[in-house]
């Protein structure tokens, strides 16, 4: 890995010399030089739910690696450790809408309540705590994309009328490959995402989604939910796993940082293209 990165280093130091020399800079650029830092793919760690373990297990090592993450938090959750959650903000990382309450079954929700009292609140619940007036991302509580009643493609619908009119500007589920900037472009309230140890606990996942993320340099995007010293089941992960995922993530072939970044990093790259 680190010799492949050395040559693709190498190869654009030689281009860039060729392109200063009146070469069209487009016809040879290399692909890694789409993302920052020289990076062949981009990656955001977002953690869901606002849990006190991921403050306890996961922070201290995204600082240990100096890597800042997207925390969706749910104001039942957050409320108990406010402060701890404002100290991670002011360190760089993003806290962002997951709904008050988290709901799961949306469908008695008219878009009015389910705006008033989820969405739209929780904006104000983040505006308070973590500062005003910020265009923000989203993730859908348990993955699910319906709001009220009638078909998928109605109900998604409607969800998206409800985040667009409270100023959240991607959303994240839970399912789907790595991302393409294109299809990101194109529809931003619908970010594939991957919970490498949802299954189970192991690493194996995650770099499998890493690497062909590398390979298709695009946008990948992790969900963590409890990060704990023994895996118990669906939605954990043990802290030597999530540790192990991370110190992939600290490699230079890849961008790691908060969801909101790469988006807005994405948009202003490839919107002008589209
Ligand atoms: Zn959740």
């Known amino acids: ?65 100096g890597l800042k993450a997207t925390f969706f938090l749910t104001a039942d959750n957050a409320h108990w450790r406010l402060a701890d959650w404002e100290a991670l903000a002011r360190g760089g990382n993003e806290v962002a809408n997951h709904t008050m309450t988290h709901p799961c079954a949306l469908a008695g929700y008219t878009a009015g309540r389910f705006e008033t009292a989820e969405i739209d609140r929780m904006q104000g619940y983040l505006d308070r705590n973590f500062g005003p007036g910020r265009e923000r991302t989203f993730a859908y509580p348990c993955g699910y994309l319906g709001l009220g009643h009638g078909g998928r493609h109605r109900r998604f619908a409607r969800y998206r009328r409800v985040l667009e009119r409270d100023g959240v500007v991607a959303a994240r589920t839970t399912a789907g490959g790595p991302n393409r900037p294109e299809d990101v472009v194109a529809d931003p309230l619908r970010l594939h995402a991957f919970e490498p140890t949802y299954e189970g606990d192991g690493v194996a996942a995650a770099m499998r989604y890493l690497n062909e993320t590398v390979s298709r340099g695009g946008w990948a995007i992790l969900v963590f939910h409890e990060v704990v010293p023994e895996w118990r089941g669906e939605g954990d992960a043990s802290v030597a796993s999530h540790n192990k995922i991370l110190t992939r993530i600290a490699q230079p072939d890849l961008w790691c940082a908060p969801m909101g970044q790469v988006f807005d990093y994405v948009e202003s790259r490839w919107r002008r293209r589209a």
């Open 1 to 65: 890995m680190g010799d492949s990165h050395l040559s693709r280093r190498s190869l654009f130091t030689a281009v860039t010399v060729l392109a200063l020399g009146g070469r069209a800079r487009a016809e040879v650029e290399p692909r890694a030089h789409v993302w920052p830092n020289g990076a062949r793919a981009a990656v955001s760690l977002t953690y869901d739910d606002g849990l006190n373990s991921q403050l306890d297990n996961a922070v201290p090592e995204l600082k240990r690696l």
